[in-house]
């Protein structure tokens, strides 16, 4: 499986993605709104854009599609429930759905919402797991729930599926985020060192080159995988005290979520 990350450079920093299989040369694009750019790396690569991948519903993500369709003739999959809201699509997928790309590429689809209700990230089977999160999982953040999502599904999200997957799964988010979300990591949990390092080396980074965190890292600095932190839910307590002094996850969860919306 070969994974090219395509910097959109536009106002939303989207990420597009293509994953091409090395021996055929078949390739999926996710999310390709910057169509052009799409096309030119996979024609500069050599591979043939097959699939288009729409992780959800939103216009940032799907906004290249039929000019991608046009080019290509690529088939489009989506969540299974996103057809009202997705035009043309020829393939809807639910969880534990396989697409295959080429001969040897295999992506599972789970189905995670939370940031909208028909929401896929793609997991491939390789032998070091890569996980493309769309809007559901960012460095160092979550996605968030005011454009037709829900906090607490985003929540069963995290802890039933993200936070199952091994430490070593790459994470390909579905825009650049990073430095903001770790200012939010810093504001919520002053007294984590790794995130002010990573914002200390990562702040100038070019993000045609960005940095591919795994989720060993994530678990070390995005508040959303850390509800269990004494110095996260002590600073939680400052603003709301009636979480008490033993808050469940889903709560820590639920609060972050709310205060990132205003931060
Ligand atoms: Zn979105
Ligand atoms: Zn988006």
């Known amino acids: 499986m070969i994974v090219e990350q395509v910097w ?12 091409a299989c090395p021996e055929t ?13 799409c096309l030119a790396a996979a024609s500069e690569n050599g591979w043939n854009i097959t699939q288009i991948l729409n992780t959800h519903e939103h216009g940032d993500h799907t906004g290249g599609n039929k000019a991608m369709v046009k080019a290509t003739g690529a088939k489009v999959i989506a969540h299974e429930n996103a057809g009202g809201r997705i035009p043309n699509m020829d393939r809807g997928v ?3 759905d396989i697409i295959k790309v080429g001969r040897s590429v295999e992506l599972e689809c789970l189905d995670t919402p939370g940031h909208t209700m ?3 990230c793609l997991l491939s089977h390789t032998d070091q797991p890569a996980l493309f999160s769309g809007d559901t999982l960012f460095n160092a953040g979550a996605g968030n729930c005011h454009h037709g999502g829900h906090p607490n599904e985003l929540y069963e999200t995290f802890s039933k599926q993200l936070e199952g997957l091994a430490d070593d ?29 990573m914002i200390t080396k990562y702040k100038d980074q070019d993000p045609r080159d960005a940095l591919v965190t795994t989720l060993a890292q994530e678990r070390e600095f995005n508040t959303f995988f850390r509800l269990n932190s004494a110095s996260v839910i002590a600073r939680l307590k400052e603003t709301s005290p009636d979480i008490g002094d033993d808050p469940d996850e889903r709560t820590v969860f639920l ?5 990132r919306n205003k931060w």
């Open 118 to 120: 028909s929401h896929i």
């Open 94 to 96: 639910g969880a534990g």
């Open 255 to 259: 609060k972050l979520r709310e205060l």
């Open 8 to 19: 959109t450079a536009n106002s939303y920093r989207n990420f597009n993605y293509l994953i």
């Open 169 to 197: 799964t790459l994470l390909y988010p579905g825009h650049d985020y990073l430095i903001n979300n770790l200012k939010f990591t810093l504001d919520r949990e002053p007294d984590n060192t790794v995130a002010g390092d």
């Open 25 to 37: 040369g078949d390739a999926l694009a996710i999310d390709p709104l910057d169509y052009k750019k």
